[in-house]
């Protein structure tokens, strides 16, 4: 038949990927990973920190490393504890590396400032903390290109969008998801939002017209979780089960919502399967809770669009699994991807590489890719301007910025100055005294404790250590 003379072999340099464990001693060792059963990834990365969410007695925690602090992780290492609750989901922030949110069952969604150095105590106290939701949230995701914009999405099949600069709701999607939302997406620029729901349908929406723009009823046939990520040019990736629960990926056209580019058949296995997609090789790599692989697709214009490249196989199976962005991987060593793979008691990195002969820059391997910086801020994006990202080369590779502090502004009434006039009464409550400018005293104040509590422990140290010295010349 003509269609034989077609080359047979696809040319594509990615038809090498190659997917290898770091050794031994580079692996994250006794570490309590979390056991609450829920499909969200449990770890989440970024050039400077790996988090994960651990066991905790009666609260809910996560654990943040610093990424070069392999090795034993010491028991007594500090964690992040203001949750009353399991914490179900975490998410660095994209313009901010000392920044990560999490989502509890305790119904919050809370944000930290995690320092650079590690901290001698557990951090208890976070930025702020985001209250709107009326049952556990599970899902949370910073806006790719907004600062301060982070979304969260609670069992209460709610939606909210968060202003973190100034604590404040922007918007709250009520009436479009009738029961358990499995997860949401943000596209490249942030304007529109895909989620999967278990009424079994995929929604695009854009948030700020608080509208559904398309919506497919059970793109996959069976009953058990669907995923959905945007992908390049607007179309929609899925994964999900057929009637046969055999795991299944679609590629689909937002224009065009009704038939698939492709659908795909894989194994039967009940794992649901994570999506993670690196836009600048338009490769998406599919890790299944509880499979011990993880295959990878390049998604190209022509037919059959989603195309299999491999599969990277172990013997153990991942309990959760982190996706670095691009601008923290290895560029002198070909690395394309790095995945952190959970397991019982530790966390194993996963470096995808693509071989190659020379040592210089490979610039067809990493076009520019998004940078730390955003593109606009909170108002700009929920008075209707977008942008893309602002991209950055990793020709030279990517130094992290040193300890940026996150700035929360709450807007209070106590900043609206009082009429002019005379002042019946001088209360000690002056209104002059603005919210912020309190709280940065009692700031001040808890530091300063903190530092006589030091100092207190110090000189009984020193006093003990003396008391040693002398008992023992006598």
């Known amino acids: 038949p003509p269609a034989m003379s077609r080359r047979v072999v696809r040319q594509s340099k990615f038809r090498h990927v190659f997917g290898q464990p770091v050794k031994a001693d ?11 059963t829920c499909d969200s990834s449990f770890c989440a990365v970024n050039p400077k920190f790996v988090a994960i969410i651990v066991e905790s007695g009666g609260g809910g925690a996560f654990i943040v490393l610093p990424l070069a602090k392999t090795g034993r992780v010491d028991k007594n290492h500090p964690l992040v504890t203001g949750h009353t609750a399991p914490v179900l989901d975490i998410d660095w922030c994209p313009h901010n590396d000392n920044v990560i949110a999490s989502a509890s069952e305790d119904t919050t969604v809370m944000v930290w400032q995690i320092p650079d150095y590690v901290p001698v105590r557990n951090i208890t106290e976070p930025v702020v903390t985001l209250e709107g939701h009326s049952k556990r949230v599970s899902i949370i995701s910073w806006h790719p290109t907004a600062r301060n914009v982070l979304l969260s999405a609670g069992c209460d099949n709610l939606v909210i969008l968060w202003n973190v600069g100034t604590g404040e709701m922007l918007l709250a999607l009520d009436d479009m998801h009738t029961d358990l939302i499995y997860n949401v997406g943000w596209n490249r620029n942030g304007s529109l939002l895909v989620t999967t729901c278990k009424d079994k349908k995929v929604r695009v929406i854009d948030p700020r017209k608080q509208q559904i723009i398309a919506e497919k009823t059970k793109p996959h046939d069976g009953t058990r979780p669907i995923r959905a990520i945007f992908v390049a040019d607007g179309k929609i990736f899925t994964t999900g089960f057929s009637k046969m629960s055999e795991r299944q990926l679609g590629l689909w056209d937002l224009n065009n919502f009704e038939e698939p580019i492709a659908l795909q058949e894989m194994d039967t296995s009940n794992g649901v399967l994570l999506p993670f997609y690196d836009a600048d090789s338009s490769i998406v790599y599919l890790c299944g809770k509880g499979d011990s692989s993880i295959r990878y697709f390049e998604i190209t214009d022509e037919a059959p669009y989603v195309h299999y490249l491999n599969t990277y196989s172990s013997k153990e199976p991942q309990r959760g699994m982190g996706f670095m962005p691009k601008r923290g991987l290895d560029v002198s060593k070909c690395e394309i991807a790095r995945f ?135």
């Not at 580079?26 to 609450?36: A, N």
């Open 340 to 474: 952190f793979k959970l397991h019982e008691r530790k966390c194993e990195p996963i470096v995808m590489t693509v071989p190659r002969k020379s040592d210089l820059f490979q610039d067809d391997l990493y076009p520019d890719t998004p940078g730390p910086e955003p593109a606009l801020e909170a108002d700009e994006w929920l008075s209707g301007k977008d942008a893309e990202p602002i991209l950055i080369s990793l020709r030279d590779g990517y130094v992290p910025i040193k300890n940026r502090e996150l700035k929360v502004v709450k807007k209070n009434i106590l900043d609206s100055k009082p009429p002019p006039g005379p002042r019946r009464s001088y209360s000690t409550c002056d209104s002059d005294f603005s919210q912020p400018a309190l709280e940065e005293v009692l700031e001040e104040i808890r530091a300063l404790k903190e530092m006589v509590q030091a100092q207190e422990k110090r000189i009984s140290d020193l006093e003990n250590k003396l008391c040693q010295f002398t008992n023992g010349t006598d």
């Open 26 to 36: 580079q692996m994250y060792e006794d570490i309590r990973v979390s056991k609450v």
